[in-house]
């Protein structure tokens, strides 16, 4: 008989190894990762210029709870309370368990840890170790399972189908990208932590590596949850980078070039103010995601970038000289405070740039791009699923032992401050680790194994068209009738799906990403004539921008099957049992 296993941890990512290690803390042993490359997930090859971590204050001197936090995030709209109170107050343990493995967050001479302010928040809640903050954190994690704990890395293994038997997972089929076989792999358990579905958009700043495996959960039959939230900002598209932060608050000359080479800068046709346009670009630092509550002032900025890329010009930013009538005596004080406070002065953009956060230009240089004198090719590309997979608060499915943690999950709602996705990864594997250790096992007596798949090689498969409309049509500006002429040409896709491809690893693969298109679409003709415009996105039906109906913010989106639902929210919990209760529970 084979083995199986207590877990099976999907992914290789900062989600997926939380999930182990906290598994391994817990008692629980008998487990294994899965991955396609270990070396290709989001985590390991995102950032920006000082990628953000999101955690309870810890400097010392700045009032804070878990409440306060968790009221934060929640006030964004659409989300639960509990959860995001989940995610506060089991903040400060994931972090300094970080710490301990070495991950470098700056701590102040007394031992605290600073922080600064991060986009949809106010408070300095917000740190860093630099432009690869969630890499740092992979690595050392990594270490972690696989050297200290000895946990069994199953890598180059394609995950193609959750083993589902009366709504109880109980395994994967995997094919093996060695030898082109497939098998299955039987766990009691199982935890997802492959991330979003990265693939389904051409403007994009995920890797190219990154594909997520969202179609296959689809088809083990979850359900989403505010799968139509998405973060759109501006980003490099040469090499894929938010171009956040820094990058914007030392405010780079916007410049767009036709197909004969013609160059203007753009942002004047834009603005009644050149001096307000520099003050949004500024802002954008730290209000990189586009938002629709914005969309009249700095997110203007994304929609001038937008607006000049679908006239099939490219868009750039040159850091070698100011933009036109630039002055720094109109700058607003908040900008010009933050530029002088920071010691950021300089004469140009690379000169400011190179004074506030050298390590952002390093970036660049390590592709092959010299900021000091190339301009920099950006979009408006997709950049992080706030929506997911419908999870309770273990962050199980409605499928039991099937567990989906990280960018996968549907935790958030209409905006979540940046970096709050880091704490997510963490918290995630903490929670649904603890729920599965406490579970006891159960009889396991599957033996099916299901018919391997056989394709025909064909080198012409292609649907990067379709990845170009959902960019152009579906992305951060959501098209009504658009999005419904492209749900069918997707359906009519899948419906003819052909078994020829380049390889059986491409095959599915593609076929995931065909699926999630189809689920995200059905989500957005579901749900957005009701909801209208709101979060990071503006929808338009017949022609007009559709407000936002707030109603909606009280309730999470539901959507399996094209069709929508909608939950009310629960709201963070604010009373508590007195101490002794909790003490009385203490077992010996």
Same mark, same amino acid.
């Given at each position: 008989?084979?083995?199986?296993?207590?877990? &099976?941890?999907?992914?290789?990512?900062?989600?997926?190894?939380?999930?182990?290690?906290?598994?391994?803390?817990?008692?629980?042993?008998?487990?294994?990762?899965?991955? =396609?490359?270990?070396?290709?997930?989001?985590?390991?090859?995102?950032?920006?210029?000082?990628?953000?971590?999101?955690?309870?204050?810890?400097?010392?001197?700045?009032?804070?709870?878990?409440?306060?936090?968790?009221?934060?995030?929640?006030?964004?709209?659409?989300?639960?309370?509990?959860?995001?109170?989940?995610?506060?107050?089991?903040?400060?343990?994931?972090?300094?368990?970080?710490?301990?493995?070495?991950?470098?967050?700056?701590?102040?001479?007394?031992?605290?840890?600073?922080?600064?302010?991060?986009?949809?928040?106010?408070?300095?809640?917000?740190?860093?170790?630099?432009?690869?903050?969630?890499?740092?954190?992979?690595?050392?994690?990594?270490?972690?399972?696989?050297?200290?704990?000895?946990?069994?890395?199953?890598?180059?293994?394609?995950?193609?189908?959750?083993?589902?038997?009366? /709504?109880?997972?109980?395994?994967?089929?995997?094919?093996?990208? &060695?030898?082109?076989?497939?098998?299955?792999?039987?766990?009691?358990?199982?935890?997802?932590?492959?991330?979003?579905?990265?693939?389904?958009?051409?403007?994009?700043?995920?890797?190219?590596?990154?594909?997520?495996?969202?179609?296959?959960?689809?088809?083990?039959?979850?359900?989403?949850?505010?799968?139509?939230?998405?973060?759109?900002?501006?980003?490099?598209?040469?090499?894929?980078?938010?171009?956040?932060?820094?990058?914007?608050?030392?405010?780079?000359?916007?410049?767009?070039?036709?197909?004969?080479?013609?160059?203007?800068?753009?942002?004047?046709?834009?603005?009644?103010?050149?001096?307000?346009?520099?003050?949004?670009v500024f802002l954008k630092g730290y209000q990189w995601p586009f938002s629709f509550e914005r969309a009249d002032k700095s997110s203007l900025i994304d929609?001038?970038?937008?607006?000049?890329?679908?006239?099939?010009?490219?868009?750039?930013?040159?850091?070698?000289?100011?933009? =036109?009538?630039f002055c720094f005596k109109a700058l607003s004080d908040e900008a010009k405070d933050y530029l002088i406070k920071t010691e950021s002065l300089g004469n140009t953009p690379i000169e400011r740039l190179t004074k506030l956060n050298r390590k952002a230009i390093?970036?660049?240089?390590?592709?092959?791009?010299?900021?000091?004198?190339?301009?920099?090719?950006?979009?408006?590309?997709?950049?992080?699923?706030?929506?997911?997979?419908?999870?309770?608060?273990?962050?199980?499915?409605?499928?039991?032992?099937?567990?989906?943690?990280?960018?996968?999950?549907?935790?958030?709602?209409?905006?979540?401050?940046?970096? /709050?996705?880091?704490?997510?990864?963490?918290?995630?594997? &903490?929670?649904?680790?603890?729920?599965?250790?406490?579970?006891? /096992?159960?009889?396991?007596?599957?033996?099916?194994?299901?018919?391997?798949?056989?394709?025909?090689?064909?080198?012409?498969?292609?649907?990067?068209?379709?990845?170009?409309?959902?960019?152009?049509?579906?992305?951060?500006?959501?098209?009504? =009738?658009?999005?419904?002429?492209?749900?069918?040409?997707?359906?009519?896709?899948?419906?003819?799906?052909?078994?020829?491809?380049?390889?059986? /690893?491409?095959?599915?693969?593609?076929?995931?990403?065909?699926?999630?298109?189809?689920?995200?679409?059905?989500?957005?003709?579901?749900?957005?004539?009701?909801?209208?415009?709101?979060?990071?996105?503006?929808?338009?039906?017949?022609?007009?921008?559709?407000? =936002?109906?707030?109603?909606?913010?009280?309730?999470?989106?539901?959507?399996?099957?094209?069709?929508?639902?909608?939950?009310?929210?629960?709201?963070?919990?604010?009373?508590?049992?007195?101490?002794?209760?909790?003490?009385?529970?203490?077992?010996?």
């Amino acid at each position: 008989m084979k083995k199986i296993y207590k877990a &099976l941890i999907i992914g290789s990512g900062a989600a997926a190894y939380s999930s182990a290690d906290r598994l391994y803390k817990e008692g629980v042993t008998d487990i294994a990762v899965i991955t =396609e490359n270990r070396l290709s997930g989001t985590s390991r090859n995102t950032g920006s210029d000082k990628q953000t971590y999101y955690k309870l204050s810890m400097d010392g001197h700045t009032p804070d709870s878990a409440y306060k936090m968790a009221s934060d995030m929640f006030s964004g709209g659409s989300c639960d309370g509990e959860k995001m109170y989940l995610e506060a107050v089991n903040s400060a343990e994931c972090f300094l368990t970080l710490c301990d493995y070495g991950v470098g967050f700056p701590t102040d001479s007394y031992g605290g840890y600073p922080g600064y302010k991060t986009d949809h928040d106010d408070t300095l809640r917000a740190t860093s170790v630099g432009p690869l903050t969630s890499k740092k954190m992979t690595e050392k994690l990594e270490y972690q399972v696989t050297e200290i704990n000895k946990t069994p890395l199953l890598d180059n293994k394609q995950v193609i189908k959750i083993l589902v038997k009366d /709504s109880r997972a109980y395994g994967v089929r995997i094919l093996d990208l &060695l030898t082109e076989k497939e098998e299955n792999i039987y766990s009691e358990n199982i935890i997802c932590s492959t991330g979003a579905p990265a693939c389904i958009y051409e403007e994009s700043v995920y890797p190219e590596s990154q594909h997520g495996m969202t179609g296959v959960l689809i088809e083990a039959g979850v359900r989403m949850c505010n799968f139509t939230q998405w973060q759109y900002g501006m980003a490099s598209v040469d090499f894929r980078w938010n171009v956040s932060g820094s990058f914007m608050q030392v405010i780079p000359r916007f410049v767009s070039i036709d197909n004969d080479g013609n160059e203007r800068e753009f942002l004047k046709d834009y603005f009644d103010d050149i001096n307000e346009a520099y003050n949004f670009v500024f802002l954008k630092g730290y209000q990189w995601p586009f938002s629709f509550e914005r969309a009249d002032k700095s997110s203007l900025i994304d929609i001038a970038v937008h607006s000049e890329t679908s006239k099939g010009r490219k868009v750039y930013l040159d850091y070698t000289k100011n933009p =036109e009538n630039f002055c720094f005596k109109a700058l607003s004080d908040e900008a010009k405070d933050y530029l002088i406070k920071t010691e950021s002065l300089g004469n140009t953009p690379i000169e400011r740039l190179t004074k506030l956060n050298r390590k952002a230009i390093d970036v660049y240089m390590r592709q092959g791009i010299d900021i000091h004198k190339d301009l920099l090719r950006i979009a408006v590309c997709a950049q992080h699923n706030n929506g997911g997979v419908y999870t309770d608060n273990n962050f199980e499915t409605d499928i039991k032992g099937l567990y989906v943690t990280g960018e996968a999950a549907g935790t958030f709602g209409l905006s979540r401050p940046g970096g /709050s996705a880091l704490n997510d990864t963490q918290v995630g594997g &903490l929670v649904a680790a603890k729920h599965i250790s406490k579970k006891e /096992s159960l009889p396991f007596d599957y033996k099916n194994e299901d018919a391997a798949t056989v394709i025909e090689k064909d080198d012409t498969t292609d649907y990067s068209y379709l990845k170009k409309k959902m960019s152009n049509i579906a992305s951060f500006r959501r098209d009504y =009738e658009g999005c419904c002429e492209l749900l069918k040409e997707v359906n009519s896709v899948l419906e003819n799906y052909p078994l020829k491809h380049r390889n059986l /690893s491409e095959y599915y693969r593609d076929k995931d990403m065909l699926i999630s298109m189809k689920a995200l679409l059905e989500a957005f003709v579901s749900e957005l004539p009701e909801t209208g415009s709101r979060g990071g996105a503006i929808f338009i039906k017949n022609g007009e921008i559709i407000k =936002e109906n707030r109603y909606y913010r009280d309730y999470l989106t539901i959507t399996k099957n094209g069709k929508a639902e909608y939950k009310k929210v629960s709201y963070v919990p604010c009373e508590q049992k007195p101490f002794e209760y909790y003490l009385s529970q203490i077992t010996e």
